[in-house]
């Protein structure tokens, strides 16, 4: 068996066949190769130290860091032919310290992310006040409460909606009218409909299409809410 080379410095190799310690004669999981031939963790003064296997790079890296004695684990593969990395050993104390360390960063990033929900829910409820306020000004005759309705569904983040769009962020006045059109198409109108009997959606659009107008009509007029 020959020893790995590696830059990161000692090298623990996980054993695919049986073998024995070249000092004591017993066996274990793991194995470091001297010159007399392999040797168990303890024969290696190695075996206070405890296996982290390789899947979390920041433990790792912290635990590696903290522990003054550290291995690298490695694994011969048959089918790749060559060693890949399995983990690390270290130092008890030093993963201890490590996922201390971890999970502190995991709390601050769980309330960093708790305090961008609230901020994001506080700018997505003054948006849709300005949004509401604005098809108010367009439609006057739109009921209030509808008028708010259609604000805090085409506002609403991560839909992909028009008032989500950079025209409705910026309230642009063809993205509201195509909010408020859509909801109208949906709201007062046989479109829902049409669509589950088969009918094609164009062909939909196109038959709804003065039930909307005359919505968009009564609703520019001041008072006919």
Same mark, same amino acid.
């Given at each position: 068996?020959?020893?790995?080379?590696?830059?990161?410095?000692?090298?623990?190799?996980?054993?695919?066949?049986?073998?024995? /310690? #070249? =000092?004591? +004669?017993?066996?274990?999981? %793991?194995?470091?190769? @001297?010159? *007399?031939?392999?040797?168990?963790?303890? /024969? #290696? =003064?190695? +075996?206070?130290?405890?296996? %982290?296997?390789?899947? @979390?790079? *920041?433990?790792?890296?912290?635990?590696?860091? #903290?522990?003054?004695?550290?291995?690298?684990?490695?694994?011969?593969?048959?089918?790749?032919?060559?060693?890949?990395?399995?983990?690390?050993?270290?130092?008890?104390?030093?993963?201890?310290?490590?996922?201390?360390?971890?999970?502190?960063?995991?709390?601050?990033?769980?309330?960093?992310?708790?305090?961008?929900?609230?901020?994001?829910?506080?700018?997505?409820?003054?948006?849709?006040?300005?949004?509401?306020?604005?098809?108010?000004?367009?439609?006057?005759?739109?009921?209030?409460?509808?008028?708010?309705?259609?604000?805090?569904?085409?506002?609403?983040?991560?839909?992909?909606?028009?008032?989500?769009?950079?025209?409705?962020?910026?309230?642009?006045?063809?993205?509201?009218?195509?909010?408020?059109?859509?909801?109208?198409?949906?709201?007062?109108?046989?479109?829902?409909?049409?669509?589950?009997?088969?009918?094609?959606?164009?062909?939909?659009?196109?038959?709804?299409?003065?039930?909307?107008?005359?919505?968009?009509?009564?609703?520019?007029?001041?008072?006919?809410?």
């Amino acid at each position: 068996m020959t020893q790995p080379v590696t830059s990161s410095g000692l090298v623990v190799i996980q054993p695919v066949r049986d073998w024995a /310690c #070249a =000092d004591c +004669g017993g066996t274990g999981d %793991l194995l470091r190769m @001297d010159d *007399a031939g392999p040797l168990c963790l303890p /024969c #290696a =003064d190695l +075996g206070h130290l405890v296996f %982290l296997p390789a899947g @979390d790079a *920041a433990l790792t890296r912290r635990a590696t860091k #903290a522990s003054s004695l550290s291995a690298v684990v490695v694994r011969w593969s048959r089918t790749r032919k060559r060693y890949e990395r399995q983990g690390v050993l270290v130092e008890e104390q030093s993963l201890t310290v490590a996922e201390e360390q971890c999970l502190t960063d995991q709390d601050a990033r769980m309330r960093r992310r708790e305090r961008d929900q609230v901020r994001r829910a506080d700018e997505d409820e003054r948006f849709q006040v300005r949004l509401a306020r604005e098809i108010s000004r367009m439609f006057p005759g739109c009921p209030p409460g509808r008028a708010v309705a259609i604000a805090r569904h085409t506002g609403k983040r991560g839909t992909g909606r028009v008032g989500r769009s950079a025209a409705g962020r910026a309230l642009d006045e063809d993205a509201i009218t195509l909010a408020v059109i859509a909801s109208i198409r949906h709201e007062e109108t046989g479109y829902d409909t049409l669509l589950m009997s088969g009918l094609p959606r164009d062909a939909a659009r196109d038959r709804v299409r003065p039930a909307i107008e005359r919505v968009l009509t009564t609703w520019r007029q001041p008072g006919s809410a």
